[in-house]
């Protein structure tokens, strides 16, 4: 029955949506760009999985024998530039941990097949790694030279990109952009720089290597899945899935070489999932902003609420994910499990016409290019009609054969409640039978505070577990969780604002040493608890508890540097606001002094520290009191109107390194002074986030923060104070 509705999807080849007609009636050959084997999977990486997953299951469910392909690359020619440059990240990442690339490749799979398998994701048929087709590949090489589309230079095969007219079809695209300003060498021994490695020579002391006609060496990045698609499905494909950022290089250099090797159409549909996103970036390794199914296990939640998250949205919409996000996702699963469980099974009743056309429409959603929010909503409608109980039953099983939801998973049994809770839970009954309510309302607080909900009815009070997911409901998950006071009145003279990611010691010396400073002014102190950790922000609560001037805000995650300031900068009212990093100590009077330096209202911001720069490639650190280019972000000051004026910090900015020289920059733009008091009584301790941060990240890190404060900033010395005197 379901086969009535054919398939129709998108195909990245043609830009339509298109009929699917295999190859092969009845049979369908699939296959998935999967894993490289150096590091634990991401929630992006494995969104594009789930976008297979539920390909695969649909077409299972309209009665095709389905065959599906997933590679593990566990030879780490990941990027072709790390090739070019002959980097492998599995030898790297085996180094780093003293393990053999075996090791390492063996234990990151056996990682990503239980992930996997806890989402629900339907085990592949085949999983065959690079590693174990290294023949083919040079087959497929030999074959590509003999044909007059690869050529050899000092015992590296090159594919030639000028010989393949159609190349670029599926991605409009012929070679590389340039990448947020870090330029791709040259390879000199190319003939073209479009040409891609097929196979590269092993540099001297390369444990990973393979004799090949062209003397020791390695694949390259792309032959690995157009060897091993030809050796376990044939040379024409029906389905071929990965993430958008697989089109190119690799998918339009996959096409090139299979294509030119066997003469015929490589992949028939071509399905790219959209990326996932945290904090509006794309969810990557290198951007730091990776979650793993580790890290939601860790926070209570079921994988599979990721599973729900992700059919929310259409596989190629960007989605940008949050915790916020996922714990409404994770209620929304338990509330359907809890429909199904709840709908009376005794009832005989046929469902009649109003069943069919919800299960029509269920299908009919799938069919279309996978619409899982459509089909979600369908069977929300299922879930919440007055069909009988034996209908909706029926149907929702039915339906999450493809969704995967687990519907019909037995609920958990709730643990058995803790003595000490019970014992808290007696002794607030008896303070509300003596109706000292405030003292009641305490324990509530206690007992909530250790995880349980004290839930009153009529028949008495029984105590609910709260899962330790649901227990972070009021933390912020982005800056636009908090509201913005910048265009309410002031409402005391000093915002001081402290935002942390680690330290707790450093943090607390840093609000000891400002509230003490603060005293008898007119201030207040916001906190951001920026991805602390947990004890230490339960800390800043109490610390908040016990002073009226203090507020404190709980992100959920690190937000990222911009971010966490920005929190304040919405929150703020005074009508001075000061940063401070937790680096810093007070050690006397600083809000006086700086609210005088700010007086005048041609400065902008003041501060304790800054640079001057002749050329705003390098910057140098300032000795004296006065002007400077721009004032580090360990100390800064301004009125809380200059943010309306120039706006909020650029939350590109997740690492803290340029974006007090870009702010500084900006406020330049207002014609506004920069200046700094050498002698304000502050000092400054070791810099956590600098010296937590490996030294190889922090170089990468800060190079990206260069470069995108330069492309902003670079052609602007008119705004250096050198060349304004
Ligand atoms: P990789 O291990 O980096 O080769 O990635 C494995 C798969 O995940 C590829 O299909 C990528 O296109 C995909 N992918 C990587 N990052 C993301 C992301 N943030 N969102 C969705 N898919 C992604
Ligand atoms: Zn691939």
């Not at 209570?300 to 960007?318: D, I, K, N, V």
Request: aromatic share 8%; with cysteine; glycine share 8%.
């Amino acid at each position: 029955m379901q086969r009535a509705t054919p398939i129709r999807a998108f195909n990245t080849l043609t830009r339509h949506k298109e009929d699917f007609v295999p190859v092969e009636a009845g049979r369908v050959k699939m296959y998935t760009c999967g894993p490289t084997v150096y590091r634990y999977a991401h929630l992006g990486n494995l969104r594009s999985y789930l976008m297979a997953d539920w390909l695969r299951r649909l077409l299972e469910e309209q009665g095709y024998s389905v065959k599906h392909v997933k590679n593990i690359t566990d030879v780490g020619h990941m990027r072709q530039d790390m090739v070019e440059r002959g980097e492998d990240k599995v030898i790297s990442a085996a180094l780093a941990e003293g393990k053999t690339p075996e090791q390492i490749a063996a234990h990151y799979t056996e990682v990503f097949m239980a992930d996997e398998s806890k989402l629900n994701i339907l085990r592949a048929h085949e999983f065959p790694h690079a590693t174990t087709n290294v023949p083919e590949m040079i087959d497929l090489t030999k074959m590509l030279v003999d044909r007059g589309y690869g050529y050899v230079v000092d015992g590296n095969v090159y594919f030639e990109v000028g010989r393949f007219s159609e190349y670029g079809k599926l991605s409009r695209q012929q070679s590389a952009g340039l990448e947020e300003g870090v330029r791709v060498e040259a390879d000199p021994l190319k003939r073209d720089q479009r040409d891609f490695a097929l196979w590269k020579a092993a540099e001297p002391g390369r444990t990973l290597r393979w004799a090949s006609p062209w003397g020791d060496g390695f694949p390259g990045w792309h032959i690995e899945c157009s060897a091993m698609a030809a050796k376990y499905l044939g040379p024409e494909i029906d389905f071929h899935t990965g993430g958008v950022d697989n089109i190119f290089p690799h998918h339009e250099d996959e096409i090139a070489q299979s294509e030119a090797a066997f003469g015929r159409r490589h992949v028939r549909y071509w399905m790219h999932g959209q990326h996932l996103l945290v904090d509006g970036l794309k969810m990557a390794k290198s951007t730091g902003n990776t979650y793993e199914v580790s890290d939601l296990e860790k926070r209570g939640f079921e994988p599979l609420a990721f599973r729900y998250l992700c059919a929310t949205a259409s596989y190629r919409t960007r989605l940008n994910f949050t915790l916020k996000s996922l714990r409404a996702a994770q209620k929304a699963l338990l509330r359907l499990r809890e429909k199904l469980s709840q709908s009376d099974q005794r009832a005989t009743k046929k469902g009649g016409k109003e069943g069919d056309r919800l299960r029509e429409e269920f299908w009919g959603a799938l069919a279309d290019d996978l619409s899982l929010p459509k089909a979600l909503s369908v069977a929300w409608q299922v879930a919440r009609s007055g069909l009988p109980g034996t209908v909706k039953r029926e149907l929702l099983m039915d339906f999450d054969r493809v969704l995967g939801f687990d519907l019909v998973a037995p609920m958990p049994s709730a643990p058995a409640i803790p003595t000490e809770v019970k014992s808290l839970a007696r002794e607030r009954d008896e303070l509300r039978r003596r109706k000292g309510y405030p003292e009641a309302d305490a324990i509530r607080e206690r007992i909530r505070g250790v995880g349980y909900e004290a839930r009153d009815s009529k028949n008495g009070t029984a105590l609910v577990r709260i899962p330790a997911w649901a227990r972070m409901d009021e933390a912020i998950s982005s800056s636009g969780d908090v509201n913005s006071f910048l265009n309410e009145p002031d409402t005391v003279e000093f915002t001081v604002g402290i935002v942390a990611r680690r330290g707790c010691a450093e943090l607390e010396r840093c609000i000891t040493s400002a509230r003490r400073w603060a005293e008898g002014l007119s201030a207040e102190i916001l906190v951001v608890d920026n991805g602390l950790e947990e004890a230490c922000g339960a800390r800043l609560d109490g610390l908040a508890a016990s002073d009226g001037r203090v507020r404190v805000f709980h992100a959920d995650h690190f937000l990222g540097s911009a971010a966490g300031l920005n929190v304040v900068l919405k929150q703020a009212r005074g009508r001075y606001v000061v940063t401070l990093d937790t680096s810093v100590e007070v050690k006397g009077d600083i809000l006086p002094p700086l609210r005088d330096l700010l007086e005048d209202p041609r400065v902008g911001i003041a501060g304790r520290w800054g640079v001057t720069s002749e050329d705003l490639r390098s910057f140098e650190e300032a000795e004296a009191s006065g002007d400077v280019d721009a004032v580090e972000g360990y100390l800064m000051a301004f009125r809380r109107e200059l943010v309306g004026q120039i706006g909020l910090l650029d939350e590109k900015y997740r690492f803290y390194r340029h974006l007090d020289l870009d702010y500084s920059l900006a406020v330049r733009t207002a014609g506004c002074r920069l200046v700094i008091d050498a002698t304000l009584p502050v000092v400054r301790h070791e810099h956590l986030e600098w010296a937590a941060t490996p030294q190889e990240e922090r170089e990468r890190l800060s190079k990206r923060n260069f470069y995108r404060f330069l492309r902003k900033w670079g052609e602007r010395s008119d705004l250096l104070v050198a060349q304004t005197r």
